[in-house]
């Protein structure tokens, strides 16, 4: 990377390297568009994986014309090792030396971006933020430089580089100061899906986010700590560091719903990586039936919970019968016997192994085959394998295993479960109460999976009975987002898809508004299987202001006692507004009056409601002509207003948000707790601004 000298008009210089490094990407681009692959495959179907191989690359390689190519630089004060300065490429990121006052030689200088770049010669133009050499950008000081001598943060206006700011980390003349320009970027209003914070990532967050692939980390924090784009950026990682393998096991990100999956669907792709999945845990469970019902909250608690794991384990294994009659398999004019007792012994054997149900249904046959082999050969014969499968699918042997250890079907299984109250007695006797019992049985029974109309709760069900069936296929990685939502059960579903993988496991107790959310990490962390995870806290809020995490913090001891509230960092005088009107006519009004003030400034806008005021409130705003978005529509410049339900508020941002009626919004709720936990979700959601309207008194809580 040849660098140039720093001349008296340094940020001519910088804009010159970026016309470079744009005009070197585009190269890299036209580079791979040029491949001729027409000698370099043996079929077609070779041809075709590489040809998309071949895309893909060109996807990550394109230039997005309002990113910024590189957003800071080093200079370090040595040459840096090859391992640590090892790019994405594969090759070696090395720069010339970058030159200091009379001549003398210094260490090397990098410039910290998005993506590798590198010019016609490989030689780096941009190097990779996840490359070790980058660290120093997030974790260098000044009591703990790391051996950069001089740190670069970049200010963009769209595409364009505008400003630059300079810390000089070794020289302690020069005053500590807060970056400007890291407080603008963070500070930059929301136009659009979320955005990635590479730019901006703290301290705290970058520890995380280059936290091992071999363990799984749990990040609790609160509203604004940045864990959402903490995991997202922890999944880039792991893809930069751990390609190889995370393209043969997959990586998944599991949010709360298809809204949130919407907002945060660009994050991964402006990093370079197009290949992460993205689903809710409804999407993983509901493959084998359509959820078309709902359940009262009591019982999709008990569906829930972790007991009924062994309930269905019990349900699964009811199945295996000992047999009442011995085998006798013809083959020609000879007749082999394989006693009752001997057949009970194989079972028992399979039993106490304690393998999947379907596993041990396909391997009986091979223990019966397997006997009658060792009969032929003590009479003289000399079979080999394939006779033993000839003899595993004879007729005989395959009666005796249907009647011993017949095929289970997972949805059928639960529906028997759920309709037939004598079944579910016999194997949730000690497991579940008779009231509970009760409860999960189905009011009209379906006559057929196809009928039945099944709810949420219930797919999770069966997707733990086909688990014990088949095992479920495990991914290298999976994140799992607002993660305190979930159910032992739903825990369990996500587990089984990363047993043999890790997880990123992101969420905030206080925020849990299901019956069922979680009371503890430990404990959610048990149900998903990764009980040795780490547990880490991010308590430094960057996003919401402080007046308005402080008001929403007054109910944390409602919601969460002991959990500690968020330390905004960002100071924000007139960012909350509480007004009260007189009466409840007057409130849409109000409402509509505080959308237009809120339009008046630059960003998107979140109006936040219960969900039974959202008819009158859309009424409203069309009476008034305000067009206006529903949660997960991409806001622009042009539609900048969003009416947000308050149960799908949870993950999502707004510059500036109105608040209607909180006390409406605890009322949607089945119970007090839950309510206020989903008020503090929507108390939460502003960046900028935040104007609570109200009618109906304040919730006490709220002091």
Not at 60 to 75: I, M, N, Q, V, Y
Not at 135 to 152: E, G, I, K
Not at 314 to 340: E, F, K, M, N, Q
């Amino acid at each position: 990377m040849p660098a140039h000298e720093e001349s008296s008009n340094p940020l001519a210089g910088e804009r010159a390297h970026l016309a470079a490094s744009r005009a070197a990407l585009r190269a890299m681009r036209e580079d791979v568009k040029a491949l001729d692959i027409r000698d370099v495959t043996a079929n077609w179907v070779n041809a075709a994986v590489l040809q998309a191989q071949i895309d893909d690359r060109i996807k990550a390689l394109a230039d997005l014309s309002h990113t910024p190519l590189f957003f800071g630089r080093l200079d370090y004060l040595h040459v840096v090792g090859a391992e640590k300065a090892e790019g994405s490429s594969g090759g070696v990121a090395r720069s010339a030396p970058a030159k200091g006052g009379g001549g003398r030689r210094e260490g090397e200088r990098f410039y910290i971006g998005r993506r590798h770049v590198h010019d016609a010669h490989g030689d780096p133009m941009v190097i990779d933020w996840r490359a070790p050499v980058s660290q120093p950008f997030y974790q260098a000081s000044r009591n703990n430089p790391l051996d950069v001598a001089h740190r670069r943060r970049f200010g963009y206006t769209g595409g364009e580089l505008t400003a630059y700011e300079d810390e000089h980390l070794t020289d302690p003349a020069e005053p500590e100061q807060t970056s400007k320009l890291l407080q603008a970027e963070i500070e930059r209003p929301r136009v659009g899906p979320m955005r990635d914070i590479v730019a901006t990532i703290q301290p705290e967050q970058d520890e995380i986010v280059r936290s091992g692939l071999g363990g799984t980390v749990c990040v609790q924090g609160g509203p604004g700590t940045g864990k959402t784009a903490v995991g997202l950026h922890r999944v880039a990682y792991l893809l930069y560091a751990h390609r190889e393998r995370l393209a043969r096991t997959g990586t998944l990100v599991i949010g709360p719903n298809r809204s949130f999956l919407h907002y945060i669907e660009q994050v991964l792709p402006a990093l370079g990586e197009l290949e992460v999945q993205q689903a809710t845990v409804e999407d993983l469970v509901a493959a084998r039936v359509e959820v078309r019902g709902t359940d009262e909250s009591a019982a999709a608690v008990i569906k829930g919970d972790a007991r009924m794991a062994e309930v269905l384990r019990r349900a699964v294994r009811s199945h295996v019968t000992p047999p009442v009659d011995g085998v006798v398999v013809v083959r020609g004019s000879r007749r082999w016997r394989v006693p009752a007792y001997e057949i009970e012994e194989m079972v028992n054997e399979l039993l106490a192994r304690d393998m999947r149900y379907g596993a041990a249904h396909e391997a009986l046959p091979q223990r019966i085959a397997h006997a009658v082999l060792v009969r032929m050969e003590e009479a003289g014969e000399a079979p080999d394998d394939r006779v033993q499968n000839a003899v595993a699918r004879n007729p005989a042997v395959k009666a005796a295993v249907k009647a011993v250890w017949p095929a289970v079907d997972p949805a059928k299984l639960v529906l028997r479960l759920l309709t037939d109250a004598e079944f579910l007695a016999a194997h949730a006797e000690g497991i579940l109460t008779g009231d509970e019992q009760k409860r999960v049985l189905a009011a009209k029974p379906a006559r057929s999976v196809k009928s039945a109309k099944w709810t949420a709760a219930d797919a999770v069900l069966i997707d733990e009975a086909a688990d014990l069936v088949a095992r479920t296929h495990s991914l290298g990685h999976v994140v799992i987002d607002e993660a305190q939502d979930l159910s032992p059960m739903q825990y369990r579903a996500v587990g089984r898809r990363c047993s043999t993988g890790s997880a990123t496991v992101l969420g905030d107790l206080a925020q849990g508004t299901t019956p069922w959310s979680t009371r503890s990490w430990e404990q959610a962390l048990f149900h998903l299987g990764k009980a040795d995870a780490v547990v880490e806290e991010l308590t430094a809020g960057f996003r919401v202001p402080r007046e308005v995490i402080a008001y929403a913090s007054r109910l944390l001891p409602a919601i969460s006692p002991g959990l500690a509230p968020v330390e905004s960092v960002r100071e924000t005088p007139g960012s909350l507004a509480v007004r009260a009107v007189e009466t409840a006519g007057e409130l849409d009004p109000a409402v509509i009056a505080a959308c237009e003030e809120s339009l008046r400034h630059e960003g998107s806008i979140g109006l936040i409601a219960a969900d039974a005021r959202i008819p009158a409130l859309a009424a409203a705003l069309g009476a008034a002509g305000h067009a206006y978005l529903s949660p997960g529509e991409e806001t622009t410049a042009a539609s900048r207003l969003t009416l947000v339900p308050a149960s799908l508020a949870k993950g999502l941002e707004y510059d500036y948000v109105v608040l209607d009626e909180p006390a409406a919004v605890v009322d949607g709720e089945p119970d007090e707790r839950t309510g206020l936990r989903r008020l503090y979700v929507a108390l939460t959601r502003a960046v900028s601004g935040l104007i609570v309207l109200h009618a109906a008194e304040l919730p006490e809580q709220l002091g």
